[in-house]
Protein backbone atom coordinates (compact mmCIF):
# COMPACT_ATOMS: atom_id res chain seq x y z
CA UNK A 1 0.00 0.00 0.00
CA UNK A 2 2.76 2.02 0.68
CA UNK A 3 4.38 1.97 -3.07
CA UNK A 4 0.42 3.43 -3.84
CA UNK A 5 0.62 5.94 -1.71
CA UNK A 6 4.45 7.10 -2.76
CA UNK A 7 2.93 6.76 -6.39
CA UNK A 8 0.16 9.07 -5.67
CA UNK A 9 2.34 11.83 -4.04
CA UNK A 10 4.06 11.89 -7.13
CA UNK A 11 1.22 12.55 -9.29
CA UNK A 12 0.20 14.82 -7.00
CA UNK A 13 3.39 16.26 -7.32
CA UNK A 14 3.85 17.00 -10.61
CA UNK A 15 0.86 18.37 -11.28
CA UNK A 16 1.35 20.81 -8.76
CA UNK A 17 4.14 22.05 -10.56
CA UNK A 18 2.21 21.98 -13.81
CA UNK A 19 -0.64 23.96 -12.25
CA UNK A 20 2.57 26.49 -10.88
CA UNK A 21 3.79 26.74 -13.96
CA UNK A 22 0.51 27.59 -15.42
CA UNK A 23 -0.04 30.05 -12.89
CA UNK A 24 3.19 32.04 -13.55
CA UNK A 25 2.13 31.74 -16.89
CA UNK A 26 4.30 29.19 -18.19
CA UNK A 27 3.10 26.20 -20.88
CA UNK A 28 5.92 23.72 -19.47
CA UNK A 29 4.80 21.07 -22.50
CA UNK A 30 6.39 23.84 -25.26
CA UNK A 31 9.84 23.85 -23.69
CA UNK A 32 10.54 20.71 -22.75
CA UNK A 33 14.49 20.99 -22.35
CA UNK A 34 15.93 23.66 -20.56
CA UNK A 35 19.47 25.50 -20.21
CA UNK A 36 20.16 25.39 -16.77
CA UNK A 37 22.89 23.00 -16.93
CA UNK A 38 24.73 24.91 -20.07
CA UNK A 39 26.21 27.93 -19.89
CA UNK A 40 25.58 30.39 -23.05
CA UNK A 41 22.92 30.79 -25.83
CA UNK A 42 20.03 28.33 -25.61
CA UNK A 43 19.21 26.83 -28.62
CA UNK A 44 16.87 24.21 -29.74
CA UNK A 45 18.16 20.51 -29.63
CA UNK A 46 18.32 19.51 -32.71
CA UNK A 47 16.84 15.98 -34.19
CA UNK A 48 18.59 13.66 -36.39
CA UNK A 49 21.53 11.83 -35.98
CA UNK A 50 23.63 13.78 -38.06
CA UNK A 51 23.38 16.56 -35.73
CA UNK A 52 21.92 18.91 -38.06
CA UNK A 53 18.41 17.56 -37.52
CA UNK A 54 15.79 16.56 -40.17
CA UNK A 55 16.59 18.66 -43.44
CA UNK A 56 13.63 19.10 -45.95
CA UNK A 57 12.86 16.70 -48.59
CA UNK A 58 15.80 14.52 -47.05
CA UNK A 59 15.03 11.23 -45.56
CA UNK A 60 16.29 10.27 -42.26
CA UNK A 61 17.33 7.22 -43.49
CA UNK A 62 18.38 7.92 -47.19
CA UNK A 63 19.43 4.32 -47.91
CA UNK A 64 16.65 2.19 -46.15
CA UNK A 65 16.81 -0.45 -43.36
CA UNK A 66 19.84 -2.34 -44.29
CA UNK A 67 19.67 -5.97 -46.38
CA UNK A 68 21.07 -8.97 -44.24
CA UNK A 69 21.45 -12.35 -45.35
CA UNK A 70 22.33 -13.73 -42.06
CA UNK A 71 19.18 -16.11 -41.14
CA UNK A 72 19.26 -16.86 -44.99
CA UNK A 73 23.08 -18.15 -44.87
CA UNK A 74 22.57 -20.20 -41.45
CA UNK A 75 19.73 -22.10 -43.25
CA UNK A 76 21.68 -22.87 -46.36
CA UNK A 77 24.65 -23.45 -44.70
CA UNK A 78 22.66 -26.03 -41.89
CA UNK A 79 21.18 -27.65 -44.50
CA UNK A 80 24.29 -28.20 -46.49
CA UNK A 81 25.78 -29.80 -43.49
CA UNK A 82 27.09 -33.42 -44.31
CA UNK A 83 25.56 -36.18 -41.57
CA UNK A 84 27.29 -38.99 -40.22
CA UNK A 85 25.40 -41.35 -42.86
CA UNK A 86 27.10 -39.54 -46.34
CA UNK A 87 24.13 -37.67 -46.71
CA UNK A 88 23.21 -33.77 -46.44
CA UNK A 89 20.19 -32.51 -43.99
CA UNK A 90 18.98 -31.06 -47.57
CA UNK A 91 18.90 -35.14 -49.13
CA UNK A 92 16.73 -36.01 -45.73
CA UNK A 93 14.55 -33.32 -45.70
CA UNK A 94 13.55 -33.90 -49.60
CA UNK A 95 13.25 -37.65 -48.69
CA UNK A 96 10.82 -36.82 -46.02
CA UNK A 97 8.95 -34.88 -47.71
CA UNK A 98 8.75 -37.84 -50.72
CA UNK A 99 8.07 -40.17 -48.33
CA UNK A 100 5.29 -37.85 -47.11
CA UNK A 101 3.69 -37.71 -50.00
CA UNK A 102 3.80 -41.25 -50.69
CA UNK A 103 2.63 -42.59 -47.75
CA UNK A 104 2.24 -39.83 -45.15
CA UNK A 105 -1.13 -38.51 -43.25
CA UNK A 106 -0.81 -35.31 -45.63
CA UNK A 107 -0.60 -36.26 -48.62
CA UNK A 108 -1.73 -33.47 -50.70
CA UNK A 109 0.03 -30.72 -49.30
CA UNK A 110 3.34 -32.64 -49.38
CA UNK A 111 2.69 -33.59 -53.18
CA UNK A 112 1.90 -29.65 -53.76
CA UNK A 113 5.42 -28.57 -52.31
CA UNK A 114 7.11 -30.57 -54.40
CA UNK A 115 5.53 -30.02 -57.71
CA UNK A 116 5.75 -26.30 -56.42
CA UNK A 117 9.16 -26.26 -56.11
CA UNK A 118 9.93 -28.57 -59.45
CA UNK A 119 7.92 -26.61 -61.52
CA UNK A 120 6.92 -23.52 -60.34
CA UNK A 121 3.68 -22.17 -58.54
CA UNK A 122 0.37 -22.45 -61.13
CA UNK A 123 -0.59 -19.31 -62.01
CA UNK A 124 -3.88 -18.39 -60.92
CA UNK A 125 -6.60 -16.80 -62.93
CA UNK A 126 -8.76 -14.32 -61.48
CA UNK A 127 -11.28 -12.75 -62.77
CA UNK A 128 -13.00 -8.95 -61.95
CA UNK A 129 -16.08 -7.75 -63.60
CA UNK A 130 -17.04 -4.49 -62.70
CA UNK A 131 -19.90 -4.89 -60.07
CA UNK A 132 -20.49 -0.95 -60.71
CA UNK A 133 -21.48 -1.45 -64.53
CA UNK A 134 -25.54 -2.43 -63.55
CA UNK A 135 -25.95 0.08 -61.00
CA UNK A 136 -24.79 2.80 -63.73
CA UNK A 137 -27.56 1.17 -65.94
CA UNK A 138 -30.49 1.74 -63.36
CA UNK A 139 -32.43 4.57 -62.66
CA UNK A 140 -32.41 6.80 -59.68
CA UNK A 141 -36.16 5.60 -59.32
CA UNK A 142 -34.59 1.85 -59.43
CA UNK A 143 -31.75 2.36 -57.14
CA UNK A 144 -33.93 4.42 -54.39
CA UNK A 145 -36.83 1.30 -54.80
CA UNK A 146 -33.47 -1.01 -53.91
CA UNK A 147 -32.47 0.89 -51.22
CA UNK A 148 -35.81 0.72 -49.57
CA UNK A 149 -37.13 -3.41 -50.21
CA UNK A 150 -33.64 -4.35 -50.95
CA UNK A 151 -34.55 -6.32 -54.27
CA UNK A 152 -35.00 -4.67 -57.37
CA UNK A 153 -38.62 -3.46 -58.93
CA UNK A 154 -40.25 -5.98 -61.27
CA UNK A 155 -42.27 -4.83 -64.63
CA UNK A 156 -45.40 -4.11 -62.92
CA UNK A 157 -43.30 -2.19 -60.07
CA UNK A 158 -41.28 -0.03 -62.82
CA UNK A 159 -44.37 0.85 -64.99
CA UNK A 160 -45.87 2.21 -61.42
CA UNK A 161 -42.73 4.17 -60.54
CA UNK A 162 -42.81 5.35 -64.23
CA UNK A 163 -38.87 4.26 -65.15
CA UNK A 164 -37.90 3.08 -68.11
CA UNK A 165 -38.67 -0.04 -68.88
CA UNK A 166 -35.41 -2.15 -70.16
CA UNK A 167 -36.14 -5.68 -69.79
CA UNK A 168 -34.00 -5.99 -66.92
Known amino acids: MQNTTERKDVYTR ?33 RGITGRGFLPGQSGNPHGRPHTKGLLTALRNKVAEVASDGRTIEDQLVEVLVQEALRGRHRLPAVEAIFDRLEGRATQQLNVRDVTADLRSRSDEELEFHLVH ?19
Not at 150 to 168: A, V
Open 14 to 46: ITAQIVEHLEKGVRPWTRPWNAEHAAGRITRPL
Open 150 to 168: DRWPSDDEMQMLGGKDDGC
